[in-house]
């Protein structure tokens, strides 16, 4: 495990937290973005801890380089929908969010990312759903032409014509 945060004061309490685990080991932790670069690169840690105000060194995209590397928990005070939002289309595992996660969250998101899952504190699992419903509302919105969308993989052979549902899908 690979702690990238900003502040040692910070860093040092979550790796306290996550030491209570017997099955967390963390190997580093630092809170310069090109060192963490180095570090995963080095140490192949399972999960990396970044805290998205980590300075990236000059030119680099600090999350993908990380998420080539390590699965990747999110650290963030962003609130704002669209900013999560934006945030969970990265090659991201878990996003937490300050304020909305107890320490044992923490441990929860390390454990379950480290396992294959997914981890979201309450505020981004609400940006996640948000962004989920807005896109089902784009799907479904007129094309330019006022034609309606058709789901993906049908084809609308003319306009007067039903699309046939297959017999065994039927409630007949």
């Keep these: 495990?690979?702690?990238?945060?900003?502040?040692?004061?910070?860093?040092?309490?979550?790796?306290?937290?996550?030491?209570?685990?017997?099955r967390v080991r963390v190997?580093?932790?630092?809170?310069?973005?090109?060192?963490?670069?180095?570090l995963?690169?080095?140490?192949?840690?399972?999960?990396?801890?970044?805290?998205?105000?980590?300075?990236?060194p000059h030119g680099a995209d600090l999350v993908d380089?990380?998420?080539?590397?390590?699965?990747?928990?999110?650290?963030t005070?962003?609130?704002?929908?669209?900013?999560?939002?934006?945030?969970?289309?990265?090659?991201?595992?878990?996003c937490l969010v300050y304020d909305n996660f107890e320490p044992t969250d923490l441990l929860g998101a390390v454990h379950a990312v480290a396992a294959g899952l997914g981890w979201l504190s309450p505020t981004a699992a609400?940006?996640?759903?948000?962004?989920l419903r807005e896109s089902a509302v784009r799907a479904r919105a007129p094309d330019v032409d006022g034609s309606p969308r058709l789901p993906a993989g049908r084809h609308d052979r003319d306009s007067s014509t039903p699309l046939r549902t297959p017999r065994a899908a039927r409630n007949a």
Aim: no cysteine; charged share 15%.
């Design 1 to 22: 495990m690979l702690i990238a945060h900003p502040n040692l004061l910070e860093r040092s309490a979550m790796r306290v937290v996550l030491d209570t685990s017997e």
């Design 40 to 56: 995963a690169h080095q140490l192949q840690p399972t999960v990396t801890l970044l805290d998205d105000r980590v300075p990236a």
């Design 27 to 38: 190997v580093a932790l630092t809170g310069d973005g090109g060192q963490a670069l180095s």
């Design 65 to 75: 380089a990380l998420a080539q590397r390590s699965l990747l928990v999110v650290l």
């Design 77 to 94: 005070h962003a609130t704002e929908r669209r900013v999560l939002s934006m945030m969970l289309r990265a090659p991201i595992r878990g």
């Design 126 to 131: 609400a940006a996640a759903t948000w962004s």
